[in-house]
């Protein structure tokens, strides 16, 4: 079992289809995971690790905060 | 379903049907060169020694070719952290129903002259902790699906 989700949530899917409808697959190729993890992540199933949290957050051009809630 | 999830279906079935043509045909060679033996007292025969060696191959067999029709209809994903993560997690679950196999086969070994049913233990033990460890990791893709 990968880490649960659960506090931690994310904006993954808006910022996806505010960058031109970005596909799951081009946005775990640009990080270097696989389609289903960001599937995961994106449905709060997953907690990334720190550095795959800061990856995704450079192929938004975003701070971490604007891509990842805490206790939200 | 990622390629991750498709070996290890290839794995546990391959796992299986090599365990199923093992049993049976042990449970065979035992009942035409053991017939009327305490079962406490049976020992393994040189027949179940090359039967193990051709379940073994049976099983690379199917897993090569599995793994081959899967490449080449299937795009092969890399590992990723949540990969490993699943593992680890399949991988204790699989040592906890290994660790369990050996405390029972020990037990049998003691109250046990021959060394089949000791052998037979620890050799069903393995199996099921592999299959565990698949069947676990599986259950955790389909959840965090």
Known sequence: MGKRGGLIRNRIRD???????MTQQEL???????RQTVNAIEANKYSPSLEVAFEIARVFKLPLEQVFQYGA | ????????????LGLAGASAFYSYNVAS???????????????????MVGLFIAAVVVLVVFSVVGHAVMAIVD???????RDRLIALKGEQIGGFVLACGVFFSLWLAVIS?????FT?????????????EYIAQLVIYRMER
């Open chain 2, 29 to 47: 060679v035992n009942q035409v060169l053991q017939p009327d033996i305490d079962w406490r007292a049976m020992s393994v025969l040189p027949p």
């Open chain 2, 120 to 132: 037979h233990l620890l050799l069903a033990f393995w199996v099921l902790a592999q299959m565990a």
């Open chain 1, 28 to 34: 775990a190729d640009a990080v270097g995971i696989t």
């Open chain 2, 1 to 12: 379903m990622s390629f991750r999830e498709k070996s290890l279906w290839v794995m546990l």
């Open chain 2, 75 to 81: 795009r092969r994903t890399g590992e990723d952290e």
């Open chain 2, 113 to 117: 002259s021959g060394n089949f049913l």
């Open chain 1, 15 to 21: 910022l996806r289809e505010s960058a031109g409808g």
